[in-house]
């Protein structure tokens, strides 16, 4: 009786060993995982297969198959332009989700009220968007500041310091955009505060303050404004020069240094 | 026996039958060890350092001496080396071809390759390679895993942390708008909260417009074209860290005043006597 249970977990072990085999061998499964995937059968670590787990992924190959070995030492980069863009790309996912639950009108802030309270999950994906946020532009900044600190702005790289600039002023943009939509207090007073220091700017300064609150100060108008700026404008423009600025560091050499 | 590629043979048999006056064909066959090796008389080498020696020997014997004695034409002259040829090159030369003339028997040499073989000097190519790099090579290493792993590590920390302080710290709600109610202070987001202390200082045009304009932007985009300078090393670059190190204790310092030390009518308070105004950390700091 124990010899056949033995024989039978054999079995079991059997079956599961060929089924992965059969599955691994599929045609579906080597049409979705290319040459060098870890997932495809055959597997093996060598320096052909660790350059194809680069160059065969689409979301892989924005990286070299090679990058100088000081580069990826933690204390270098602190990971901080990876960690800017993948804050980026949390701050996308949680706003396609609080896109479902918000309309940018008089509605606004029951509607944030409303995901607060009644929707499942709506109040942590809400404190995500806004920290996440808040740490966006904190770690771009610390980006900006490890790129000086390293020199890292130095030829070849000129001209890519200048887009990360650029990057920065779309990260406070979309930061200060989004400011308004929860449409309580605290938001239209900060946006009211900083709307009126656009106001400043020589020559045409209430021209600014107009074109910014769509009138002569903070009403639903600018909700709806702000809007259209925070999910789609700034975030199209925001996508078209972080495109650069990846382009620019493998052009301008990878990784600057060492020091 | 290794085999030796067809091309690199080819090429044997060109420069062995170029020097020796054969045909490559010939020349082919006796490499291959087809045919006997062709045998040319020829004198070993010696390098000639002082000027005093003459009995310095050259190949090929000098014509005159030799063509007396073995008449037939060039093109056969399988013993020898082409004739016409020789004596021109030989006749910048007449210190050599007199210590030729000294009677000394030529030895014979053997290019099989069996038999030693003796060089002579052509000229002297530098060590250098034809193409040069154009800078030094680096110490490389694979992408995956050595870098992919530490990003992956380091994007679950910042997923873990962020859904730690979004689970913990609500994000704060206050009353709904009201342009007819105005808070007091009324602060900016926190990022323009150095630039909202400055305003208080200075004419809202010069703090509120031209420094963030010509400084925020402006000049930082103009970093890279203001610094020449190409080192990257902080020993060679004090002033340039120096001024950005400033410039963060500054921007930290006027945000610091305005997030925490600024109350009512932008007046001074201190934030563990009077409280904190400030929104954004409404719902989690309880200094009120």
Not at chain 1, 56 to 70: E, I, Q, S, T
Not at chain 1, 71 to 79: A, D, I, K, N, P
Not at chain 1, 217 to 238: K, S
Not at chain 2, 133 to 158: C, G, Q, R, Y
Request: aromatic share 12%; glycine share 6%; with cysteine.
């Amino acid at each position: 009786m124990k010899n056949e249970k033995i024989k039978f977990r054999d079995r079991i072990k059997d079956i599961s060993a060929g089924l992965g085999d059969s599955l691994k061998e599929s045609t579906l499964w080597g049409s979705i995982f290319r040459p060098g995937s870890p997932f495809r059968k055959g597997y093996s670590d060598s320096p052909r297969n660790r350059s194809y787990v680069v160059m065969n992924n689409v979301l892989y190959h924005l990286h070299p198959v090679k990058v100088k070995r000081h580069g990826v030492r933690l204390s270098y980069t602190l990971c901080l332009g990876g960690l800017s863009f993948f804050t980026f790309i949390v701050l996308t996912i949680t706003g396609i989700w609080l896109m479902f639950y918000f309309r940018p009108t008089e509605m606004a802030y029951v509607d944030i009220q409303t995901l607060q309270t009644s929707i499942a999950f709506g109040s942590l994906v809400r404190n995500m968007h806004r920290w996440a946020a808040h740490i966006m532009v904190l770690v771009v900044f610390l980006h900006m500041s490890r790129v000086f600190y390293h020199g890292a702005y130095k030829a070849p790289r000129e001209f890519n310091w200048v887009i990360g600039v650029i990057l920065l002023i779309l990260t406070l943009l979309l930061s200060f955009t989004g400011y308004l939509l929860p449409w309580d207090q605290l938001a239209i007073w900060a946006v009211t505060v900083g709307g009126n220091m656009a106001g400043y700017t020589p020559v045409f300064g209430q021209q600014v303050k107009f074109a910014l609150f769509a009138g002569l100060e903070a009403t639903e108008a600018t909700l709806l404004r702000f809007y259209v700026l925070h999910v789609l404008f700034l975030p199209f423009i925001i996508v078209i020069f972080m495109a650069i600025h990846f382009w620019r560091v493998r052009k301008d050499g990878g990784i600057s240094g060492p020091l | 026996m290794v085999d030796i590629p067809e091309h690199l043979l080819l090429r044997t048999a060109e420069a062995r039958a170029k020097a020796l006056g054969i045909t490559v064909e010939q020349a082919l066959a006796e490499l291959k060890g087809e045919s006997a090796p062709t045998k040319i008389e020829k004198e070993p080498e010696v390098l000639d350092v002082s000027p005093v020696e003459k009995e310095v020997k050259e190949t090929p014997p000098p014509p005159a001496a030799e063509v007396k004695e073995t008449p037939p034409p060039p093109a056969a002259a399988v013993k020898e080396a082409p004739a016409p040829a020789a004596a021109v090159k030989e006749a910048p030369a007449p210190t050599k071809t007199n210590g030729k003339t000294n009677g000394q028997i030529p030895a014979e040499v053997d290019f099989s390759p069996e038999t030693k073989v003796t060089q002579r000097l052509l000229t002297v190519v530098k060590a250098k390679p034809i193409q040069k790099p154009a800078s030094e090579p680096v110490d490389k290493v694979n992408t995956w895993p050595h870098l992919m792993l530490p990003e992956f590590i380091s994007l679950m920390a910042m997923t873990a942390f962020l859904i730690f302080i979004s689970a913990i710290l609500q994000a704060p709600l206050l009353e709904e708008a009201n342009p007819n109610i105005t808070p007091n202070p009324a602060k900016a987001p926190w990022y323009f909260l150095g630039l909202q202390e400055l305003l208080s200082y200075w004419d809202p045009q010069i703090a509120g417009v031209m420094i963030p304009l010509l400084i925020g932007v402006l000049a930082f985009m103009a970093i890279p074209y203001i610094d020449r300078n190409k080192d990257n090393k902080p020993s060679k670059r004090k002033y340039a860290i120096m001024l950005w190190t400033f410039f963060l204790a500054g921007a930290g310092t006027l945000s610091i005043i305005g997030i925490l030390f600024r109350g009512p009518g932008w007046n001074w308070t201190y934030p563990w006597i009077d409280g904190v105004w400030f929104d954004d950390l409404l719902d989690w700091v309880h200094f009120e």
